[in-house]
């Protein structure tokens, strides 16, 4: 059973749950609208393949608990993912992010490339700041759709539709992911063009066909910029990606780690 409790780390408790064992670790990353809880399906899929697996909650968000006694706030979500690392003698580690988590990735990756074995962003903007991607998400923006709740927004209607359980437990976990008043963890540096082009990690990049936010579109355009990076889709899965498409998303994964390249390059 995997074992969870708070990692006394500079300027917070983190809130982490880790399965254990001798098998190579793999650190996740939720959204926004997340916390760890939202990985189940990949934790119990990772673990049975023989991995490590380890997710958190990011300051601000769940379980976890700022502690300004002992550091400085709101810190950085790349120094909290490094500090954990050390904390649990995570040598080297593979990564990945979703949505939101797939910012703090790509931050620690242009940051820590010594400490990654692979990294893997979904569904994510990747909240890359040139200009040509803030173009393409503001001719893409719904009207109102920020005003409305997470899952619409958020998982696809496919899945809403068709999975009324699966989508109530997405509303409880996005309920009380985010904690009220808690300020936002900027990243060590802006994402730009200029930086993922440090990136020297083996990447995949995998869109969401039915993703309002983050398309493959908007995604194509800067995952070229991560030097080598591979590229995949998933059908039918809106921005909850991981969530929507467990089975598929799981089996990406674990070929990606297993098989060096089996994926092809971005598209152009």
Excluded: C
Excluded at 19 to 34: D, K
Excluded at 61 to 85: F, N, T
Aim: a neutral charge; proline letters at 7%; charged letters at 20%.
């Amino acid at each position: 059973m995997p074992r969870s409790e708070r990692a006394p780390l500079p300027g917070v408790q983190l809130w982490f749950t880790d399965t254990g064992g001798s098998g190579e670790p793999i650190v996740l990353m939720h959204a926004i609208t997340g916390t760890s809880e939202s990985w189940a399906s990949q934790i119990s899929a990772f673990a049975q393949a023989g991995y490590r697996v380890i997710a958190f909650d990011r300051r601000g968000w769940g379980r976890s608990l700022a502690d300004p006694a002992s550091g400085a706030q709101p810190g950085s979500a790349a120094d909290d993912l490094h500090a954990l690392a050390d904390h649990l003698a995570l040598r080297r580690f593979h990564l990945i992010g979703v949505a939101g988590g797939g910012f703090v990735a790509l931050d620690y990756a242009a940051a820590h490339p010594e400490r990654l074995s692979s990294l893997m962003i979904a569904a994510s903007t990747g909240s890359v700041s040139d200009k040509e991607i803030q173009d393409v998400i503001a001719r893409i923006e719904i009207p109102g759709i920020r005003s409305l709740p997470g899952h619409f927004r958020e998982v696809g209607a496919s899945y809403r539709g068709t999975n009324p359980e699966g989508t109530k437990r997405w509303l409880e976990i996005e309920e009380h992911a985010r904690q009220a008043g808690a300020p936002t963890q900027p990243l060590r540096s802006p994402n730009t063009y200029a930086k993922l082009a440090t990136i020297t990690t083996r990447t995949l990049v995998v869109a969401a066909d039915a993703d309002l936010l983050a398309p493959p579109a908007l995604m194509k355009l800067w995952a070229r910029h991560v030097k080598g990076a591979q590229w995949t889709t998933v059908p039918d899965a809106g921005h909850s990606i991981a969530w929507e498409q467990p089975a598929i998303f799981n089996d990406i994964v674990l070929k990606f780690l297993k098989e060096g390249r089996p994926f092809g390059d971005v598209p152009q």
